[in-house]
């Protein structure tokens, strides 16, 4: 094999790497924006839900209790959210770089 046909492979391999980490790019990013969005929407509908409930209540402790209630609720739900989107993040690296492994061991020469 000449230089211009191993050039032109390796372009072709580099080539199609990059069209790969792009498909699984777009891929991720979707899959990210809507855990965001879902995480959102929910925050903003059980935050609107103890405003409804806060404005029924009669007594002090009962608007305490409720808040206590919220607060817990709405913190777990934040650290179970934020846990799922931190493993969306760490896969999306993963596989967006996975595609370049093999032309980056191939460029690295051995030891």
Do not use: C, W
């Not at 372009?11 to 990059?18: G, L, R, V, W």
């Not at 913190?75 to 931190?86: D, G, H, L």
């Amino acid at each position: 094999m000449n230089n211009v046909e191993q050039f032109q492979k390796h372009a072709q391999e580099q080539n199609e790497a990059a069209m790969a980490s792009a498909n699984t790019f777009a891929a991720n990013v979707k899959t990210i924006t809507t855990a965001h969005a879902e995480y959102t929407k929910k925050a903003f509908e059980d935050g609107f839900e103890f405003i409804s409930k806060l404005t029924s209540l009669k007594s002090p402790d009962e608007a305490m209790k409720l808040q206590a209630d919220y607060a817990k609720s709405a913190y777990e739900t934040f650290v179970a959210e934020s846990k799922k989107i931190s493993e969306l993040y760490t896969d999306f690296a993963k596989q967006t770089f996975k595609p370049f492994e093999g032309l980056i061991a191939r460029m690295t020469p051995a030891k």
